[in-house]
């Protein structure tokens, strides 16, 4: 049996091929309860990373739903960075019983996607941050920024690393990676 094939390092060609017009924009258009996430991707120098993707699902949409009808709350959004690291996604308020936005980040140097959690509300109100060290679990909450506005930053490694979390098949959470290096 021949010996498997190595891991390559995520992209950067994804940013150029999977963003799509309005993937920032998951909310229906128009719609009073709108708020706005955003943030910065950051790497383990405090650099932008102008090249990252990152796509966005929130519990209360649609599941497997892609619909762009303008009408529809899919749950769903991808965006990329743009050159200062920057990104940014128009949603509806997370559900008291899920107050997350789930997140993957697919980034240069990236052997692997990395999945977190921005927490927009109370995090009490899931189980997942009990698993986190107390000390890092800010890493996980989008801090209000101006009015329904919150902002949430991705550190990919270092001092500041955000917590992302090793999950399994179908969501089976197996815990915490730690990149910090």
């Not at 995090?123 to 941050?129: F, I, Q, T, V, Y």
């Amino acid at each position: 049996m021949p010996a498997p094939t190595p891991s390559q390092t995520v992209g950067p060609f994804y940013g150029y091929a999977l963003p799509f017009a309005g993937g920032g924009d998951i909310a229906p258009a128009g719609h009073p309860d709108t708020v706005t996430v955003h943030g910065y991707v950051r790497d383990g120098n405090g650099d932008a990373v102008p090249d990252a993707l990152l796509e966005l699902w929130q519990p209360a949409g649609r599941p497997g739903s892609l619909r762009r009808n303008g009408v529809d709350f899919t749950g769903f959004g991808r965006v990329a960075t743009d050159a200062d690291g920057r990104w940014v996604v128009r949603t509806l308020p997370p559900r008291a019983a899920a107050p997350y936005l789930s997140v993957c980040v697919f980034a240069r140097g990236l052997m692997h996607h990395l999945f977190t959690r921005a927490y927009v509300g109370d995090a009490g109100a899931d189980a997942l941050p009990a698993a986190v060290p107390e000390e890092r679990r800010s890493t996980l909450i989008a801090v209000p920024d101006g009015e329904r506005t919150y902002r949430f930053d991705i550190h990919l490694q270092g001092e500041k690393e955000t917590v992302f979390f090793d999950f399994h098949d179908f969501g089976d959470f197996r815990g915490v990676r730690d990149l910090r290096g």
